[in-house]
């Protein structure tokens, strides 16, 4: 039988048992038992890695979850708040430094060459 992901399951002790179900009435006898002497035991819905207190909210946060992933993300938004490249300063010099040497090439390309006559 393949492995379930979602179920019902008994937690005595703050502890999980080996009881599961996928339908919660089919634990319900089981529960009973284990509360007379566990009278802490309680019965969660376990979905994607965790426990929950039914598979409604499950489901709600999932929801919730999948419309965070759905939102886009306004062009300010960088990872780790606010994004700058830490080479521009770098590039900006160079950029600078490029153009004032094609200024100077330009203005200087007329003189000093061949006369035509």
Known sequence: MPPRFAYWTIIAGGLPTAFRAAVQEELLP?????????PDAEMKYFARGRLWTS??????????ARQRRLTPRRREWRPGGEHRDPRQRFKDVKKARNLARRRQRFATRGKGGPKKG
Not at 59 to 64: L, S, V
């Open 55 to 64: 598979p409604e909210e499950a489901q709600r946060n999932a929801e919730a």
């Open 30 to 38: 089981t529960f009973k038992r284990i509360q007379e002497k566990h």
